[in-house]
């Protein structure tokens, strides 16, 4: 006979996917040359595919686990069912019974019923939560985060397991970097001071789940697209227009540049908590860029395809110099890769490994790009 959390896993993957893509922030949008296939990749059910050039989501296979939002470089895709903001909002409600412990808790530890569902946040599966969010949790005043799930290996979601312990590996090389005191830990037990008697709750929670099952399925489908558009909006720091096709939506300029929005929440955050600039961070958030200037061809399509403009030209080019300096914004790379794609030579490298210092430095950092040695060799001319 299936079990309460079984009923609620199922009536989730009916309602809808709990993720949208802005396919116009997604790398392949950009250059069809990227590497990147991250989401596909971490995708344990194979609902993300690359078709005709863009990353395609098969709603009837997505189980809504989230392991696609973290990986992704460009944060072109999020969550929704909950959002974002939903989640910190939940939790802020919850802080009249938790105080400064924000505790969530996937959705099949939740249906068990061990703690007081007013205290804590429930999410489809912990891999939805992101590095930015917990580190952000941490500026806004908690003291405490506890991730709480139970035994993975017997769950639909099992396979994303390592994503989640990367997701918050993450977030604790951001927090060491700072002088923050909030301890961030994934648990499998509901921390005492929440906890209920069994059946306590148990009659309520269960009324209220068919009552809310019913009801989601005949709402959610309607909100779904604002709930998308808003989140969009939220991360994007622009309005964004609904386009055809499930879970998608389209902005106009595959060439316009993104926002490292995802970046500069985490570099406020972490300004808020004092960040130590001895430190450095070893993340999948920010890269640091090397030039081989003998290598380099001087082509500029690292320039050109750079999504977030962290590479810049300095100017105008210098007749009497043999090299084009460029400026490089650590805090403005998100790490995609497509500057290396792009290159020929193969003259330019990523390091994951970075300088608070340098995170927090208004000025960037200059590399010396190689001339064009054939007349024409500089793509971005034709682009002034």
Same mark, same amino acid.
């Given at each position: 006979?299936?079990?309460?959390?079984?009923?609620?896993? =199922?009536?989730?993957?009916?309602?809808?996917?709990?993720?949208?893509?802005?396919?116009?922030?997604?790398?392949?949008?950009?250059?069809?040359q990227?590497?990147?296939?991250?989401?596909?990749?971490?995708?344990?059910?194979?609902?993300?595919?690359?078709?005709?050039?863009?990353? +395609?989501?098969?709603?009837?296979?997505?189980?809504?686990?989230?392991?696609?939002?973290?990986?992704?470089?460009?944060?072109?895709?999020?969550?929704?069912?909950?959002?974002?903001?939903?989640?910190?909002?939940?939790?802020?409600?919850?802080?009249?019974?938790?105080?400064d412990?924000?505790?969530?808790a996937?959705?099949r530890?939740?249906?068990?019923?061990?703690?007081?569902?007013?205290?804590?946040?429930?999410?489809?599966?912990?891999?939805?939560?992101?590095?930015?969010?917990?580190?952000?949790?941490?500026?806004?005043?908690?003291?405490?985060?506890?991730?709480?799930?139970?035994? $993975?290996?017997? $769950?639909?979601?099992?396979?994303? #397991?390592?994503?989640? #312990?990367?997701?918050?590996?993450?977030?604790?090389?951001l927090?060491?970097?700072?002088?923050?005191?909030?301890?961030?830990?994934?648990?499998? =037990?509901?921390?005492p001071?929440?906890?209920?008697?069994?059946?306590?709750?148990?009659?309520v929670?269960?009324?209220?789940?068919?009552?809310?099952?019913?009801?989601?399925?005949?709402?959610?489908? #309607?909100?779904?697209?604002?709930?998308?558009?808003?989140?969009?909006?939220?991360?994007?720091?622009?309005?964004?227009?609904?386009?055809a096709?499930q879970?998608?939506?389209?902005?106009?300029?595959?060439?316009?540049?993104?926002?490292?929005?995802? #970046?500069?929440?985490?570099?406020?955050?972490?300004?808020?908590?004092?960040?130590?600039e001895?430190?450095?961070?070893?993340?999948?958030?920010?890269?640091?860029?090397?030039?081989?200037?003998?290598?380099?061809?001087?082509?500029?399509?690292?320039?050109?395809?750079?999504?977030?403009?962290?590479?810049?030209?300095?100017?105008q +080019?210098?007749?009497?110099?043999?090299?084009?300096? =460029?400026?490089?914004?650590?805090?403005?790379?998100?790490?995609?890769?497509?500057c290396?794609?792009?290159?020929?030579?193969?003259?330019?490298?990523?390091?994951?490994?970075? +300088?608070?210092?340098?995170?927090?430095?208004f000025?960037?950092?200059?590399?010396?790009?190689?001339?064009p040695?054939?007349?024409?060799?500089?793509?971005?001319?034709?682009?002034?």
């Amino acid at each position: 006979m299936a079990t309460l959390p079984d009923l609620s896993t =199922v009536a989730q993957a009916f309602i809808r996917a709990g993720i949208v893509i802005d396919q116009s922030s997604c790398l392949l949008a950009r250059n069809k040359q990227t590497s990147c296939r991250r989401c596909v990749d971490i995708c344990p059910e194979g609902a993300l595919s690359v078709k005709q050039g863009a990353i +395609a989501l098969d709603a009837t296979r997505c189980v809504s686990c989230g392991a696609c939002i973290g990986v992704c470089p460009m944060a072109a895709i999020s969550a929704v069912d909950p959002s974002v903001t939903q989640v910190e909002q939940a939790l802020r409600k919850a802080q009249r019974i938790t105080g400064d412990m924000a505790v969530i808790a996937c959705s099949r530890k939740a249906a068990a019923q061990e703690a007081d569902p007013d205290s804590f946040v429930e999410v489809p599966c912990l891999a939805r939560l992101d590095e930015s969010l917990l580190v952000e949790l941490a500026a806004s005043g908690f003291t405490s985060i506890i991730l709480v799930d139970g035994d $993975c290996s017997s $769950c639909k979601y099992g396979k994303v #397991n390592d994503a989640i #312990n990367v997701t918050v590996k993450m977030a604790q090389t951001l927090l060491e970097a700072t002088k923050a005191t909030c301890a961030l830990k994934r648990d499998t =037990v509901f921390p005492p001071s929440l906890r209920v008697e069994a059946g306590q709750k148990r009659g309520v929670a269960r009324r209220s789940f068919f009552r809310d099952t019913k009801q989601a399925a005949q709402s959610l489908a #309607n909100i779904a697209a604002q709930e998308a558009l808003d989140e969009l909006s939220r991360r994007s720091g622009q309005m964004v227009g609904s386009g055809a096709g499930q879970g998608l939506t389209q902005r106009t300029s595959p060439l316009e540049p993104v926002f490292a929005t995802r #970046n500069l929440s985490v570099l406020d955050a972490m300004d808020e908590l004092g960040p130590d600039e001895e430190a450095s961070v070893d993340t999948r958030l920010f890269g640091s860029v090397s030039l081989d200037r003998e290598a380099c061809s001087g082509c500029g399509f690292c320039v050109l395809y750079c999504p977030t403009q962290a590479l810049r030209y300095q100017g105008q +080019a210098d007749p009497t110099k043999d090299f084009r300096a =460029v400026d490089f914004s650590a805090a403005d790379c998100v790490q995609c890769h497509l500057c290396e794609d792009v290159c020929l030579p193969r003259a330019l490298k990523i390091d994951s490994d970075v +300088a608070v210092s340098e995170l927090f430095d208004f000025e960037p950092r200059t590399l010396a790009m190689a001339k064009p040695k054939r007349h024409g060799q500089d793509i971005l001319s034709r682009f002034r």
